[in-house]
């Protein structure tokens, strides 16, 4: 099991930048390292959808279209930290996201069913 906790969240106007990260609490006997997380974001009225995708030690990395080169998506293995830099934010970005873990931190995952494990959600408006 584990558990997943998302903060820095808000509003910022067009064009603006936040940075969200994600806490996590490994079950016992398994690091972060060993899990493959991702970022996924939820429209109002809309399907949860990808983001952004990375493996166990960082050196594989995946973005969405809609994101890449704004987004930048890292990990701090000693402190069990996941990170998501927004620049450049569209009110198109405006979404609850989730960070969420695979058990195989082999490789990145960017579908939603490979996710074992997911955060509560922060809520990131952009206003025009």
């Known amino acids: 099991q584990v558990q997943l906790v998302e903060s820095g969240g808000g509003s910022v106007q067009a064009g603006g930048s936040l940075r969200l990260s994600c806490a996590a609490s490994a079950a016992s006997g398994r690091t972060f390292s060993s899990y493959a997380m991702g970022w996924f974001r939820q429209a109002q009225g809309k399907e949860r959808e990808f983001v952004a995708a990375?493996?166990?030690?960082?050196?594989?990395?995946y973005y969405a279209d809609s994101v890449k080169g704004r987004f930048t998506i890292s990990r701090d293995n000693a402190k069990n930290t996941l990170f998501l830099q927004m620049n450049s934010l569209k009110p198109e970005d405006t979404a609850v996201y989730y960070c969420?873990?695979?058990?195989?931190?082999?490789?990145?995952?960017?579908?939603?069913?490979?996710?074992?494990?997911w955060g509560q959600g922060a809520q990131v408006t952009v206003s025009s």
């Open positions: 990375i493996d166990g030690d960082g050196s594989l990395i």
């Open positions: 969420a873990a695979a058990a195989d931190g082999w490789k990145y995952y960017i579908e939603f069913s490979d996710y074992d494990f």
